[in-house]
T-cell receptor, first 116, second 113 residues
Framework: GAVVSQHPSRVICKSGTSVKIECRSL??????MFWYRQFPKKSLMLMATSNEGSKATYEQGVEKDKFLINHASLTLSTLTVTSAHPEDSSFYIC????????????FGDGTRLSIL | KNQVEQSPQSLIILEGKNCTLQCNYTVSPFSNLRWYKQDTGRGPVSLTIMTFSENTKSNGRYTATLDADTKQSSLHITASQLSDSASYIC????????????FGTGTRLLVSP
């Protein structure tokens, strides 16, 4: 069964709306979660690393004020796309890694965001 | 620069046939290499994970190999099934504090009846 749950799976909303995406680790505690963006026929692009109880680490070129990340507990991280515009339309995927060396990252099923 | 390159970009094979996907990487320091399967509109699912000392690892009809000297890996799929149609992504982990992942661009496999 799925070990990382991502919700919602699909969002369609108007330009200017803020959208929150949730990522939950179901079977383990994840001190670190990751948020990715994926364009059609392209590979995953890391946006930010979400650390429980502290500020997220953003990759170069990713706007912190645009993509707000909160990791308030060991099983939940949220990504909020603020004042979304059509260019923010994309497939967003989260992942979480269990503790221990060489543990694989478990990915959520992604969120298809469409901004009209 | 840390990079992972995969070939071919896309591949079409007949159901029941075997195929091999390639991955070359320049990631340092190397921690491990994973192959993921990503169905359209879904998140990636881990198939295999190999560390520096492992040469081969199998998961059902999937067999991955790793040559750490030449920095190459392959994923062999035996007796392909229609459900194998997906993107296969090679992901190399750099040995940093958070084991940052370097993703390949993937190989899109289509298994036709």
């Amino acid at each position: 069964g799925a070990v990382v749950s991502q919700h919602p799976s699909r969002v369609i909303c108007k330009s200017g709306t803020s959208v929150k995406i949730e990522c939950r680790s179901l079977d383990f505690q994840a001190t670190t979660m990751f948020w990715y963006r994926q364009f059609p026929k392209k590979s995953l692009m890391l946006m930010a690393t979400s650390n429980e109880g502290s500020k997220a680490t953003y990759e170069q070129g990713v706007e912190k004020d645009k993509f707000l990340i909160n990791h308030a507990s060991l099983t939940l991280s949220t990504l909020t796309v603020t004042s979304a515009h059509p260019e923010d339309s994309s497939f967003y995927i989260c992942s979480a890694r269990d503790r221990g060396h060489n543990q694989p990252q478990h990915f959520g099923d992604g969120t298809r965001l469409s901004i009209l | 620069k840390n990079q992972v390159e995969q070939s071919p970009q896309s591949l079409i094979i007949l159901e029941g046939k075997n195929c091999t996907l390639q991955c070359n990487y320049t990631v340092s320091p190397f921690s491990n290499l994973r192959w993921y399967k990503q169905d359209t509109g879904r998140g990636p699912v881990s198939l295999t994970i190999m560390t520096f000392s492992e040469n081969t690892k199998s998961n059902g009809r999937y067999t991955a190999t790793l040559d750490a000297d030449t920095k190459q890996s392959s994923l062999h799929i035996t007796a392909s099934q229609l459900s194998d149609s997906a993107s296969y992504i090679c992901v190399v982990s750099a040995e940093t504090g958070f084991q940052k992942l370097v993703f390949g661009t993937g190989t899109r496999l289509l298994v036709s009846p």
